[in-house]
């Protein structure tokens, strides 16, 4: 009887290329950048088939190949994985702090942004100015910042 290919390994490994290759695409869309949830999909489906190929290489050995070549495409596509996420998770927050940044409670450097409607707003024209509540009272305007790192 003639052994057959076991497309699950090759198709699971593929798809751990997919996902180790495919980072770059999905880093141009916030909803994929901020967390690599696609990423970690296709490497979990990518370990779900190679699993299922590895399963059926070795409980039937006489009808389906890859009892050599599943452990060798497994422990790569587990090693991807590992890189994968030691440059995500680890290795993002190795970078050295930045210098000259304004700590908390610190008053922040004057600067100018556009709003939402593309009006030039600059910070100290905000902060400390008195604006009339509902009842008619004043209080003091606050600005909080919140600056967010980027991986750019």
Request: hydrophobic content about 50%.
């Amino acid at each position: 009887m003639k052994r057959r290919w076991n497309f699950l390994l090759y198709t699971g490994f593929l798809l751990a290329l997919a996902g180790f290759a495919s980072y770059p695409f999905f880093i141009r869309f916030p909803v994929t950048r901020d967390f690599p949830w696609m990423n970690l999909l296709l490497f979990a489906a990518a370990l779900a088939l190679l699993g299922a190929g590895l399963r059926r290489a070795y409980r039937r050995p006489q009808e389906y190949r890859g009892k050599a070549a599943g452990p060798i495409l497994g422990l790569l596509s587990v090693a991807m994985l590992s890189l994968f996420l030691f440059l995500n998770f680890s290795f993002t927050k190795l970078k050295p702090p930045a210098q000259g940044t304004p700590q908390v409670g610190q008053k922040a450097p004057d600067f100018t942004l556009p709003d939402t409607n593309g009006n030039r707003v600059m910070l100290s024209r905000l902060w400390g100015h008195a604006a009339s509540g509902a009842s008619g009272s004043t209080k003091d305007q606050w600005v909080l910042l919140i600056f967010y790192r980027g991986y750019w």
